[in-house]
C-alpha cells in the first residue's frame, strides 16, 4: 500500500512538522539536517543498538570526490553523533555497552567460529540467522530512505545514493563462516 500511495501530502505534512523538529533545538537546521534528522529517528537508542548489536557501521559511506550522497552522509554522521548528547543517559551507557570490543554478535560468530568443536551444521545456522539479520536490517533501511525521500523529495537523490552504498557495505559484511573454515582446512591439510 505504502509505494502505490499518493505522495503529495507528505511534503505539506513535513512543512507543518518542520517547526517542531528544527527549531526547538540549541540551533535551528536546514532542511538537509531535518531530513537526516528523520532519517535517524532524532535522537533515539534504537537504530544505533541495532548496529552495534549486529557488529556493523551505522553510517559507514565512503568519501568520493563528487559523489552526490557524500554531503548528506557527513549530515547523517554528524546528525549521529548530536544524537547522542540528548540521549538519556541509560540509552547512552546501554548503547556504549553494546559498542565495546567483542560485545557484538558479530564478534561471537567469529569467536564460535574458532572453536572446534561446533560443527559445520551449527556454524551453517550461526551464518544464516545472522546474515538474515542483515537482511532485515537492510530492508529497514531501505523503506527508512523511502519514507524520507516521499517527506523531502529535494532529497530524494543524495539518500538513494547514500543508501546504494549502505547497501554494497551490508554486503561485504555478510558472515561466510563456512568458506572460512574450508580456507582453514585446506591451509591445515598442507
Known amino acids: 500500500h505504502f509505494e502505490v500511495k499518493d505522495s503529495r501530502t507528505e511534503a505539506v505534512m513535513m512543512r507543518r512538522l518542520e517547526p517542531f523538529i528544527s527549531?526547538?533545538?540549541?540551533?535551528?537546521?536546514?532542511?538537509?539536517?531535518?531530513?537526516?534528522?528523520?532519517?535517524?529517528c532524532?535522537?533515539?537508542?534504537?537504530?544505533?543498538?541495532?548496529?552495534?548489536?549486529?557488529?556493523?557501521?551505522?553510517?559507514?559511506?565512503?568519501?568520493?570526490d563528487g559523489?552526490?550522497?557524500?554531503?548528506?552522509?557527513?549530515?547523517?554522521r554528524r546528525t549521529l553523533e548530536e544524537g547522542r548528547v540528548f540521549m538519556p543517559r541509560s540509552h547512552l551507557s546501554f548503547l556504549e555497552s553494546l559498542e565495546k570490543p567483542g560485545?557484538?554478535?558479530?564478534?561471537?560468530?567469529f569467536r564460535r567460529f574458532g572453536a572446534k568443536t561446533v560443527s559445520v551444521e551449527a556454524?551453517?545456522?550461526l551464518e544464516v540467522a545472522y546474515n538474515d539479520a542483515l537482511n532485515a536490517l537492510g530492508r529497514?533501511?531501505?523503506?527508512?530512505?523511502?519514507?524520507?525521500?516521499r517527506f523531502f523529495p529535494a532529497f530524494k537523490s543524495s539518500f538513494a545514493a547514500m543508501y546504494a552504498e549502505y547497501e554494497a557495505h551490508m554486503r561485504v559484511e555478510r558472515l561466510q563462516l563456512l568458506k572460512m573454515r574450508r580456507r582453514v582446512s585446506r591451509g591445515l591439510e598442507r
Open 140 to 149: 529497514y533501511v531501505s523503506r527508512r530512505v523511502h519514507l524520507v525521500s
Open 123 to 125: 556454524l551453517h545456522d
Open 42 to 64: 532524532g535522537s533515539s537508542v534504537l537504530l544505533p543498538a541495532i548496529h552495534a548489536f549486529l557488529g556493523v557501521g551505522q553510517c559507514p559511506y565512503k568519501a568520493h
Open 103 to 109: 560485545v557484538s554478535i558479530r564478534q561471537y560468530c
Open 67 to 76: 559523489a552526490e550522497g557524500e554531503r548528506l552522509s557527513q549530515v547523517v
Open 23 to 40: 527549531h526547538g533545538r540549541i540551533s535551528q537546521l536546514s532542511w538537509e539536517e531535518t531530513a537526516a534528522w528523520v532519517y535517524c
